[in-house]
């Protein structure tokens, strides 16, 4: 059984997520204790106990420890078999990190799998659903992964109620080496408000083009129980994509959050990576199950590193770190 400290690295849910998924595919129980030692609230959260519970039900893993608050998990994975799974969170909780508890497994099984989830798909301290939909999920079809994604209604904090179908027929993954940027073709991005005015909108893609002006952004404008702001901006090369998001927040100007994005991904382009920070954590245990990869990123960040410090517990892998400008990561079977 592999051995896990939830409090490595960043400390937070990420060892869970990421063990779920490495277990489910490569047959490996394992326990965790300490986890989310250092947070305000220690132990599983609503959000991290319904990734637990969907992976338990996706594999048939017999698991001690499933309950909220627990600061010790052991799960004993059984195989995943596919089909079609239902899940509400309950709250706000957000769905692109639940996403992250299964979706690798998922990728790489060779089943059919519908998930129907419902929760936060736009909450703070998580990628958004645009950053998978126009990011993630067009990097990991390079990859050979064969996956869909349907937003049929946005989730905001504190509301949730957000509702979205995925479907993956997994398979096996190819290496993905992304040693260069190419030329940039174009820049693009969604300004969105669900339940406000679409004013909102128009402000907050207005100032995104004031600091990008070559960008293309699109309004969105729907209804829902659960009310909000954000805008996704991205910009695409011939050989790989970079992606920023920003949610409005109560009291913050719709100027303020195009703004926030322009410059967040600005900083992205200047850094010079072929990954933004947020994309480079979330798709490194793709590559090591695909066998290899490389990419260069602005910085290795705390999510990064304990993926890094997580993935060879279960995979034959090791990662070669360049601290250069940017960063460059390649990764190689052992």
């Given at each position: 059984m592999i051995e896990l400290d939830g409090s490595q690295g960043e400390g937070g849910g990420q060892i869970v997520r990421t063990a779920l998924s490495l277990?489910?595919?490569?047959?490996e129980p394992f326990r965790i204790s300490s986890i989310r030692a250092g947070r305000p609230e220690p132990g599983l959260r609503p959000q991290h106990l319904a990734g637990v519970k969907l992976m338990q039900s996706i594999c048939s893993a017999d698991v001690q420890g499933a309950e909220v608050g627990s600061t010790c998990l052991e799960f004993h994975p059984g195989i995943v078999l596919g089909g079609s799974y239902v899940l509400d969170v309950g709250t706000a909780g957000s769905l692109t990190l639940l996403m992250q508890s299964v979706l690798p497994a998922l990728v790489l099984s060779p089943v059919h799998t519908e998930l129907v989830l419902t929760g936060g798909t736009d909450v703070r301290w998580s990628p958004p659903v645009d950053h998978h939909g126009n990011v993630l999920f067009p990097l990991l079809r390079r990859m050979g992964a064969k996956l869909d994604m349907t937003v049929e209604r946005r989730g905001f904090y504190p509301k949730g109620d957000g509702h979205m179908r995925l479907t993956v027929q997994g398979g096996p993954l190819r290496p993905?080496?992304?040693t260069d940027r190419g030329e940039l073709l174009r820049l693009s991005g969604t300004a969105y408000v669900q339940g406000l005015s679409e004013k909102v909108a128009e402000r907050m893609a207005a100032s995104a083009r004031k600091d990008l002006p070559d960008a293309e952004v699109r309004k969105e404008v729907t209804n829902g129980r659960s009310i909000g702001a954000g805008i996704?901006?991205?910009a695409e090369y011939a050989n790989s994509l970079l992606g920023w998001s920003c949610l409005g927040e109560r009291g913050m100007p719709a100027e303020d959050v195009g703004h926030e994005a322009a410059a967040g991904l600005l900083r992205e382009i200047a850094a010079g990576g072929t990954l933004d920070v947020?994309?480079?954590d979330q798709i490194l245990p793709y590559m090591a199950l695909a066998g290899g990869g490389s990419f260069s990123v602005r910085e290795v960040s705390g999510h990064l590193a304990t993926q890094m410090a997580i993935v060879p517990r279960f995979l034959p892998v090791r990662f070669t770190v360049d601290e250069g400008a940017p960063v460059s990561i390649?990764?190689?079977r052992t």
């Open positions: 277990s489910a595919i490569t047959g993905l080496h992304l996704s901006l991205y947020h994309t480079a390649s990764i190689s």
